[in-house]
Structure formats: structure tokens, C-alpha cells
């Protein structure tokens, strides 16, 4: 067994894979695999992802006979994923020096810690400038946060569990529920979240991974789309009504003032949702 997978579900990405995979397999820290999966790609995500599992003996690429979708994608990947700890990474984001080995050090020497994270930094498409901004300015060293500290830091600063950067103990997806489909671009964000109000997570104040801003981006399409946005909105509150303890977590945090500026007097006017306000 490897200490750590990375799992790369991809879709058509074949133009930025290459930059992706060259960021992955040139980190620091070699007690890891990569499974790439190839979502029933039409472009050359295929052709890439052969010749990267021939040359890198580490690197497992999976072909979907056609396009499953982002999520069962991912699932194949955690299936046929051998580590005790997961990354989820996304094919047209970018590893920066020290990610794996910074995070794999922090879980190893707090083996009760089961999810870290750290700064995301983001950068246009095209460029190779990363713009990021500290989440906790004060915090200089890599901190380990319990539940009432984390809903405080939370609640005072711009922190928040960064799903893109976090390193998570594969044991924890599933007693957690795993990701919800229904959540689309905010599952990781409300799985992380839970599982940090319940187990704790360490942060490390450096930026050690970079998203890539562009239009077909999986996040921009949902927030283009308003009207799947808000429904997204709507489920994670009716969600949250399932779990009294987990609900006043991320409203202590202010976790939720998002979605209420989102969908303002409709919250009021639904019967469903008058816990939130009692």
C-alpha cells in the first residue's frame, strides 16, 4: 500500500493535463500513485494518459468507455485508489513545490489528524502568475485546529477548509457520507467542512496549490447558472436540517451567509427553513 493517491478525474482537459501531471509527478515525496481517469474524453486526454502510465510506473490511467460524469468519475478513482490518504485533484489545476511532502509530513506526525489543508492560490489562464492572499494573516506556522477553534478562526478571519488543497484519511470519505452529487461544486467544501468539525485539521499557511481561472471551469458553469445554483443552495439547507449539531456549526461559522445574501426573502417566506431563524 502507498501512503497517499492522488486521483484525477478528466474530461476533456487534454490541453492543460500535461502542465497538471508534470506538477504532480515532480513533487518531493515518492510514497505516492496517481489514478487518472479519463471520463470518456474525445480529445487527446487518451493519448496523454497512455503515455504517461507507460513512462511513469506510478501513474494508473483508467478509461471510461463514455463520459459518466465528474463524480462517478471520481468514485471509479477512489476504487481503484491503494492509499491510505486521498487527494482529489482537479485536471487543469497545478501542484506547487512542497504540496505533497508538506501535507504528508503534518498527517504522519499527528497520526490521530485525519485532513489538512493549505492557501490556494489562483491564476488566469495563460499566465503563470499565482495570486493568492493569507486566510489567517497572523499565522505564520502550520496550525491544528479543534472544533471550537476552527469555528472561531472561521467566524473572525477568511479561513475556510480549502477542498482543493485537502489531503484526506480515505477511512474518513466513507463514515463521513462521501461527496453528494446533488451538492455539484460545493460537495468537497461541505464534506471537508464536516469532517474538520468532527476530527479537527491542520492548516499550513503557504500556498502550495493553484486553481486555474477560466470559463468552462466546472465551478463557473454551476455559478453562471443560476438557477442551479440556487438549487444547489436549497439542498445543502435541507441538508443541513437533517443534523441539528453539524447546522449550527456552519451557521456559528458563517459558513452560510453566502447562501442567505444568495437567496434572501425566499429563506423567509419558506416554512421549511424556520429552524434556521429559531
Not at 497512455?50 to 462517478?72: D, S, T
Amino acid at each position: 500500500m502507498v501512503a497517499l493517491s492522488v486521483v484525477i478525474p478528466c474530461y476533456n482537459y487534454g490541453r492543460y493535463l500535461k502542465e497538471s501531471l508534470d506538477s504532480v509527478l515532480s513533487q518531493d515525496f515518492s510514497d505516492f500513485e496517481v489514478v487518472l481517469v479519463d471520463d470518456g474524453s474525445t480529445d487527446e486526454t487518451s493519448e496523454i494518459g497512455e503515455a504517461y502510465a507507460r513512462e511513469y510506473p506510478q501513474l494508473h490511467y483508467i478509461r471510461c468507455p463514455q463520459n459518466v460524469g465528474l463524480f462517478k468519475a471520481a468514485k471509479i478513482g477512489l476504487e481503484a485508489a491503494q492509499g491510505e490518504y486521498l487527494h482529489y485533484f482537479s485536471s487543469d489545476d497545478r501542484y506547487l513545490p512542497g504540496f505533497l511532502s508538506k501535507s504528508m509530513q503534518i498527517l504522519r506526525d499527528n497520526p490521530k489528524l485525519g485532513l489538512v489543508c493549505s492557501t490556494v492560490g489562483y491564476f488566469q489562464d495563460g499566465s503563470d502568475i499565482v495570486e493568492s492572499k493569507p486566510l489567517i494573516p497572523e499565522c505564520t506556522e502550520s496550525k491544528i485546529f479543534t472544533k471550537n477553534e476552527l469555528i472561531e478562526v472561521i467566524h473572525q478571519t477568511d479561513f475556510y477548509v480549502t477542498g482543493t488543497s485537502c489531503v484526506v484519511r480515505r477511512s474518513l470519505l466513507d463514515q463521513y457520507g462521501g461527496f453528494d452529487p446533488k451538492l455539484e461544486n460545493i460537495a468537497d467544501w461541505f464534506l471537508f467542512h464536516k469532517i474538520a468539525f468532527s476530527e479537527g485539521i491542520a492548516y499550513i499557511p503557504e500556498t502550495l496549490i493553484s486553481m486555474r481561472v477560466h470559463d468552462q471551469a466546472y465551478t463557473s458553469c454551476v455559478k453562471r447558472d443560476k438557477k442551479r445554483k440556487r438549487a444547489t443552495f436549497h439542498y445543502l439547507l435541507r441538508k443541513l436540517l437533517e443534523d441539528q449539531t453539524l447546522r449550527q456549526d456552519f451557521i456559528k461559522a458563517g459558513l452560510l451567509d453566502f447562501v442567505f445574501r444568495d437567496l434572501k426573502w425566499k429563506l423567509y417566506l419558506n416554512p421549511r427553513y424556520r429552524s434556521y431563524w429559531l
